[in-house]
Nanobody
Framework: VQLQASGGGLVQAGDSLRLSCAAS????????VAWFRQAPGKERDFVAAIRRSHGNTYYADSVKGRFTISRDNAKNTVYLQMNSLEPEDTAVYYC???????????????????WGQGTLVTVSS
C-alpha cells in the first residue's frame, strides 16, 4: 500500500486542521492506520490510531479530547481532525499502516510497515 499524507499548514494556536492519509494499491479497510508526529530534535511519537474492525480508536494523552481519527474506507482515506491546536503540536505528521499490527502495538511505530511522506503542521502562539 502507498500512503499520501496531506493537509498540514501554518495555523495559530486555537485553530483547527484536518489531515488526510490517502491510500492506494491495496484494500485499505484491512489496515490498522495510525498517525505519528515528530518535532524537531525529538523522537517520533504516537498520536492516534484506528483499527480495521469496529473502528476502535486510540489516542495519546496529549491529544485526547482535541484530536479525532476517523476513516472512510470507501475513499481509502483516514483523517485526523485536530482542534484547539497548541504550539506544542508543531511537528511533521506521518501516517502509517499495516495489516499485522496487534492491539498491544498500535502505539508503537515498529508495528507499522508502511509510511507516508509526512506533512508539516506549524502552530504559532
Amino acid at each position: 500500500v502507498q500512503l499520501q499524507a496531506s493537509g498540514g499548514g501554518l495555523v495559530q494556536a486555537g485553530d483547527s486542521l484536518r489531515l488526510s492519509c490517502a491510500a492506494s494499491g491495496s484494500t485499505f479497510s484491512n489496515y490498522v492506520v495510525a498517525w505519528f508526529r515528530q518535532a524537531p530534535g525529538k523522537e517520533r511519537d504516537f498520536v492516534a490510531a484506528i483499527r480495521r474492525s469496529h473502528g476502535n480508536t486510540y489516542y495519546a494523552d496529549s491529544v485526547k479530547g482535541r484530536f479525532t481519527i476517523s476513516r472512510d474506507n470507501a475513499k481509502n482515506t483516514v483523517y485526523l481532525q485536530m482542534n484547539s491546536l497548541e504550539p506544542e503540536d508543531t511537528a511533521v505528521y506521518y501516517c502509517a499502516a499495516d495489516t499485522r499490527t496487534i492491539l498491544s502495538a498500535v502505539r508503537d511505530s515498529r508495528g507499522y510497515g508502511y509510511w507516508g511522506q509526512g506533512t508539516l503542521v506549524t502552530v504559532s502562539s
